[in-house]
């Protein structure tokens, strides 16, 4: 950036911010931090506990998660009898701080229900060693996995909520992007999700895909309001290093910020009018929901992730294991972690060690961008500072009329929030990078992802 030049005016898609810092920004903790004592002194009354699958059917064009396609059947069977010792020796060092509570949970990957329905009860049993004991439960599914006696078992284990990636209702954009997906096939796992009678459907939809116009976007939006999902989210097409798009350097399949811009106000004004409530730049919820789930955002609450690829929050330390996108990379990271032995599980050495300034500003951005907004009391309250003095970058997002001081019913007598304006929530994407530090900016740009 130029002297005069602001992260603002770098285009509105710049980077999704879903977590404060990014896994690019970990590195070795050393010395490694025994588990017991990093969580006594945590709040124990509401963690989350998150539990990661890193396999899948197969690996989409844009997808750099961390996952291995079609891994074969032993690994899998390998793969959860790590993740069985790994629960142990992480239950036994929680137990050491005393009584703690799982107040959410979440299964993720990569795609859980690849896994057989034997496996996920499997799974669900690992997760109640772990202390899971009845909460609100998301599960990601995918069209291919979407089985009925896999979710069967994940409801009757507790899921509440059932998510499924579709990206699109057109197998022309969907082979655009490397996922040769049936529309025959959408529809059947969309019956077989409804049939399952989850509180919470799910969807995910990608706009900005190759070919994409705002015709067939359209179409993708009234084939997936036609099942009343109580959510959907919106997301916009990156093309990233090492994914299969961002290898082929196509210039096809790398999406115009303009024409991002266009569909996304399309898909905005489509689920407002149709009775949705906007979150976050990505997420709408169902204004008729009858039980709304609060929305998590982890400022306050600690993590607890399970599984190779899995992050854990506590205040000052978030770990995990390694990461990476090339698909060789995984599979060693995979290997590796199957092969740990159980003393590997009991510490923390692999992640980011978050400071005063970093945990405030964590606490700033998942407030901003997770769409509640901040609560200036509570942040005066948790870190006896104002934020506007923290943070003078809340100035300029102002001046551009991109957040505001918003009331809660009561008026201007009740706790005011610093919220996102409709045109913050449009440049969410830009605003998470402008408002990360510049030192986890640079660990970021830093990391080799290969």
């Known amino acids: 950036m130029t002297g005069g030049e602001s992260q603002l005016d770098l285009g509105r898609y710049q980077s999704y911010l879903y ?15 025994p588990l017991g004592p990093l969580w006594a002194g945590e709040r124990r009354s509401s963690l ?23 891994p074969e059947p032993p690994r899998i069977e390998a793969y959860l009898a790590t993740l069985d010792r790994q629960v142990a020796v992480v239950r036994r060092a929680l137990d050491e701080g005393g009584p703690f509570t799982i107040s959410r949970a979440a299964i993720g990957g990569g795609t859980p229900t690849l896994l057989s329905a034997k496996q996920l009860e499997r799974l669900l049993a690992a997760m109640a060693h772990a202390g899971y004991t009845g909460a609100p439960l998301s599960v990601e599914t995918s069209p291919e996995t979407a089985l009925p006696d896999r979710l069967s078992v994940l409801v009757a284990g507790g ?67 036609a099942y009343l999902p109580e959510e959907l989210y919106l997301y916009p097409l990156y093309v990233r290093p090492l994914t299969t798009l961002g290898r082929k350097e196509s210039r096809a399949a790398s999406p115009d910020d303009d024409r991002r811009a266009a569909l996304y106000d399309l898909g905005r004004a489509t689920l407002l009018s149709a009775g949705y409530r906007q979150i976050s730049m990505r997420m709408f919820r169902r ?48 290997d590796r972690w199957i092969a740990k032995p159980d003393a590997a599980f009991a510490v923390a050495d692999y992640g980011f060690v978050l400071d005063d300034g970093e ?7 998942l407030s901003l961008l997770g769409g509640e907004g901040l609560d200036v009391a509570a942040y005066r309250r948790r870190f006896a500072r104002d934020p506007e003095t923290d943070f003078p970058e809340l100035a300029e997002l102002a001046a551009r009329g991109l957040v505001a001081l918003a009331f809660a019913p009561g008026g201007a007598s009740a706790a005011p929030r610093l919220r996102l304006t409709a045109g913050g929530l449009a ?24």
């Not at 989350?48 to 079609?70: K, M, S």
């Not at 997906?181 to 799910?202: E, G, K, M, S, Y």
Request: hydrophobic share 40%; proline share 5%.
């Open 19 to 33: 977590a404060y810092p990014h896994k690019t920004a970990y590195r070795r903790i050393e010395p490694a931090l």
């Open 48 to 70: 989350f506990l998150y539990l990661h699958v890193p396999f899948c059917e197969q690996r989409c064009g844009f997808c750099n998660l961390f996952t291995q396609p079609v």
């Open 159 to 225: 899921a509440d909520r059932l998510s499924m990636g579709i990206q699109s209702f057109d197998e022309r954009e969907c082979r655009a992007v490397n996922r040769p997906q049936r529309t025959a096939d959408v529809h059947r796992a969309l019956r077989a999700l409804r049939d399952a009678n989850p509180a919470v459907l799910n969807l995910d939809l990608m706009y900005g895909l190759p070919g994409q116009t705002e015709t067939s976007w359209a179409a993708s939006l009234s084939a997936a309001l």
């Open 287 to 334: 204004t008729t929901t009858a039980a709304e789930t609060p929305i998590y955002t982890c400022q306050d609450d600690g993590m607890i992730g399970l599984g190779c690829g899995a992050r854990s929050y506590t205040r000052g330390v978030h770990y995990s294991s390694e990461w990476a996108v090339g698909a060789r990379s995984v599979r060693e990271i995979i």
């Open 359 to 365: 945990q405030r500003r964590r606490w700033l951005i």
């Open 427 to 450: 440049h969410a994407d830009a605003i998470g990078p402008h408002l990360s530090s510049p030192a986890v900016r640079r660990l970021m740009a830093d990391y080799d992802l290969s």
